[in-house]
């Protein structure tokens, strides 16, 4: 089973969030700012997938990618940016720091299984 | 200089407090005590000393959580700016402020483990409906594959009615059968008695002969010899007759009896089995039509039953929308909260300011920044758009996509 990190400052997206990754059967880690999810993934976790906030207090979301991207070990985990639909500019940003893609929120639920089968096709 | 740039920051704070947090739902209380320290807070601006009170906690100070942050007042600091309270003021704005975004938090996560319950358990349901509908069409098809029992039913009704008819109809012709041989037989009896008769006549014709051929003396010696002959052979066909009347007897007899068996049974069952052998054909008959009849009523009870789950099943995919919309309107406590958090990043600001009590050449152009960063600082309109509306603005739109 696949490990999903999400991050995001906002407990409601990281409640909702972790529901539907839980009911599309994968493993949900959770950290409330890019800083906790940097100490998570030093400290030995190993997510096989991030889903990140971009505005987020201290490191938004394109320097959390630019931090992990900057470890071996992710170098090739596929990373996806949660933005609101105007931040064009913001998904730039996001692309430019690694990230494989984005999402907004509030995230379809059939949009976002479909893009992780396509991503985690191991499940 | 320095107070009137705190005083528009200020009142530019308060607005944002209530237009916004007012209008995105904030808790009554909330609002109303940010009214009360901004008037507060206003009254003080203006240069009207404020009343000094010792610390103390308020009467009704919130129990229930530990992160709910008690609105003590502080003592004055020794040094600061002209207004000598406008830092302890600042610092219970700031925990109000905080307060506000904790009962924001909770209120929002409240009410999404809620709406994420009622979620779990209409998603549930709809789980069990598309079982019900994989069920049906389980049935549907097990139906379907019944067809081919039904036409094997058929044939073997059509094959036991054509067995009772069969039954029947040689039931029928042994009775003739049986009617036919006694006729023969009667028959048989009576060219018996014609040729027994006859018998006694060529008897009588070749005595007759016998006496012709003595008065005829030597030249009829020969033909006393054949008359003797014929004599000879009628008697012989003569005594056949008499053997075989007991047989034609016997067998008259035989027939006649079995006959009698035939119909004393039919006698004593009046036709009871001609008439079982129709009352079943018709039972077969009425089971081959209640078969079909209940094969098409089935098929109508199938076909009902999916319409109904399907109905339920769209309804309950509708509620899960539903949820799902108001879960993403749920989420709009993220807008307040970020604007909380924007306002007591200023306050914090301000209460440093305040009790720095730096020159106003070096304060100054930190409160333009902070001014200009409020002025022409992050705004949530584009998440505002996506939470209100339930989901995100233009739907039309890719609400994903992979680089």
């Given at each position: 089973?696949?490990?999903?990190?999400?991050?995001?400052?906002?407990?409601?997206?990281?409640?909702?969030?972790?529901?539907?990754?839980?009911?599309?059967?994968?493993?949900?880690?959770?950290?409330?700012?890019?800083?906790?999810?940097?100490?998570?993934?030093?400290?030995?976790?190993?997510?096989?997938?991030?889903?990140?906030?971009?505005?987020?207090?201290?490191?938004?979301?394109?320097?959390?990618?630019?931090?992990?991207?900057?470890?071996?070990?992710?170098?090739?985990?596929?990373?996806?940016?949660?933005?609101?639909?105007?931040?064009?500019?913001?998904r730039?940003?996001?692309?430019?720091?690694?990230?494989?893609?984005?999402?907004?929120?509030?995230?379809?639920p059939?949009?976002?299984?479909?893009v992780?089968?396509?991503?985690?096709?191991?499940? | 200089?320095?107070?009137r740039?705190?005083?528009?920051?200020?009142?530019?704070?308060?607005?944002?407090?209530?237009?916004?947090?007012?209008?995105?739902?904030?808790?009554?209380l909330?609002?109303?005590g940010?009214?009360?320290?901004?008037?507060?807070?206003t009254?003080?601006?203006?240069?009207?000393?404020?009343?000094?009170?010792?610390?103390?906690?308020?009467?009704?100070?919130?129990?229930?959580?530990?992160?709910?942050?008690?609105?003590?007042?502080?003592?004055?600091?020794?040094?600061?700016?002209?207004?000598?309270?406008?830092?302890?003021?600042?610092?219970?704005?700031?925990?109000?402020?905080?307060?506000?975004?904790?009962?924001?938090?909770?209120?929002?996560?409240?009410?999404?483990?809620r709406?994420?319950?009622?979620?779990t358990?209409?998603?549930?349901?709809?789980?069990?409906?598309?079982?019900?509908?994989?069920?049906?069409?389980?049935?549907d098809?097990?139906?379907?594959?019944?067809?081919?029992?039904?036409?094997?039913?058929?044939?073997?009704?059509?094959?036991?009615?054509?067995?009772?008819?069969?039954?029947?109809?040689?039931?029928?012709?042994?009775?003739?059968?049986?009617?036919?041989?006694?006729?023969?037989?009667?028959?048989?009896?009576?060219?018996?008695?014609?040729?027994?008769?006859?018998?006694?006549e060529?008897?009588?014709?070749?005595?007759?002969?016998?006496?012709?051929?003595?008065?005829?003396?030597?030249?009829?010696?020969?033909?006393?010899?054949?008359?003797?002959?014929?004599?000879?052979?009628?008697?012989?066909?003569?005594?056949?007759?008499?053997?075989?009347?007991?047989?034609?007897?016997?067998?008259?007899?035989?027939?006649?009896?079995?006959?009698?068996?035939?119909?004393?049974?039919?006698?004593?069952?009046?036709?009871?089995?001609?008439?079982?052998?129709?009352d079943q054909?018709?039972?077969?008959?009425?089971?081959?039509?209640?078969?079909?009849?209940?094969?098409?009523?089935?098929?109508?009870?199938?076909?009902?039953?999916?319409a109904?789950?399907?109905h339920?099943?769209?309804?309950?995919q509708?509620?899960?929308?539903?949820?799902?919309a108001?879960?993403?309107?749920?989420?709009?406590?993220?807008?307040?909260?970020?604007?909380?958090?924007?306002?007591?990043?200023?306050?914090k600001?301000?209460?440093?300011?305040?009790?720095?009590?730096?020159?106003?050449?070096?304060?100054?152009p930190?409160?333009?920044?902070?001014?200009?960063?409020?002025?022409?600082?992050?705004?949530?309109?584009?998440?505002?758009?996506?939470h209100?509306?339930?989901?995100?603005?233009?739907?039309?739109?890719?609400?994903?996509?992979?680089?």
């Amino acid at each position: 089973m696949s490990t999903i990190l999400i991050v995001d400052d906002s407990p409601t997206v990281l409640m909702s969030m972790e529901q539907l990754l839980s009911r599309f059967g994968y493993g949900v880690m959770k950290a409330a700012s890019a800083e906790e999810a940097l100490r998570s993934v030093s400290g030995g976790s190993r997510p096989n997938l991030v889903i990140t906030d971009f505005n987020m207090p201290g490191k938004n979301g394109a320097e959390l990618i630019r931090a992990l991207r900057a470890m071996a070990q992710h170098r090739f985990t596929p990373m996806l940016v949660l933005t609101t639909e105007s931040q064009r500019d913001r998904r730039e940003e996001a692309k430019a720091a690694g990230a494989t893609g984005w999402l907004v929120k509030p995230a379809d639920p059939v949009q976002l299984e479909s893009v992780l089968k396509k991503l985690l096709p191991n499940g | 200089m320095r107070v009137r740039a705190i005083r528009t920051l200020l009142a530019g704070l308060m607005l944002a407090a209530l237009s916004g947090m007012g209008a995105l739902l904030l808790p009554p209380l909330a609002v109303a005590g940010l009214v009360l320290v901004a008037a507060v807070l206003t009254l003080h601006l203006t240069g009207r000393p404020p009343a000094p009170a010792p610390p103390e906690a308020p009467p009704d100070a919130p129990e229930e959580s530990a992160r709910i942050l008690p609105l003590v007042r502080q003592p004055p600091p020794a040094v600061g700016l002209s207004a000598p309270h406008l830092a302890a003021l600042m610092e219970i704005l700031e925990r109000l402020a905080l307060n506000a975004v904790e009962d924001t938090n909770r209120s929002s996560t409240d009410f999404i483990t809620r709406l994420m319950d009622i979620e779990t358990r209409v998603s549930s349901a709809n789980h069990q409906h598309s079982a019900a509908l994989a069920e049906l069409t389980q049935i549907d098809a097990m139906a379907e594959g019944h067809a081919d029992d039904r036409t094997v039913i058929d044939e073997a009704i059509n094959t036991a009615i054509g067995f009772n008819q069969s039954i029947q109809v040689e039931y029928a012709a042994s009775t003739n059968a049986l009617q036919e041989v006694e006729t023969s037989i009667s028959e048989l009896h009576k060219e018996l008695g014609t040729i027994s008769r006859i018998a006694k006549e060529i008897d009588l014709l070749s005595i007759n002969a016998a006496i012709a051929a003595a008065r005829a003396g030597e030249a009829g010696a020969g033909f006393s010899v054949i008359a003797q002959a014929i004599r000879g052979l009628a008697l012989e066909t003569h005594n056949m007759t008499l053997r075989m009347e007991p047989l034609l007897q016997s067998a008259r007899g035989t027939v006649q009896s079995h006959a009698a068996r035939k119909q004393d049974s039919r006698d004593r069952h009046k036709g009871e089995i001609g008439q079982r052998l129709a009352d079943q054909v018709t039972l077969l008959e009425s089971m081959r039509v209640k078969l079909r009849q209940l094969a098409t009523d089935y098929a109508a009870l199938i076909e009902n039953n999916r319409a109904d789950v399907e109905h339920s099943q769209q309804a309950g995919q509708d509620v899960e929308q539903a949820i799902r919309a108001a879960m993403a309107t749920a989420q709009y406590g993220d807008i307040i909260r970020q604007q909380i958090e924007t306002i007591i990043g200023c306050l914090k600001t301000l209460r440093a300011v305040s009790e720095r009590g730096a020159p106003l050449a070096e304060t100054e152009p930190e409160l333009e920044r902070l001014l200009g960063g409020l002025s022409g600082g992050y705004v949530m309109d584009s998440q505002r758009r996506a939470h209100a509306g339930g989901g995100p603005g233009t739907p039309e739109e890719p609400q994903v996509e992979l680089f």
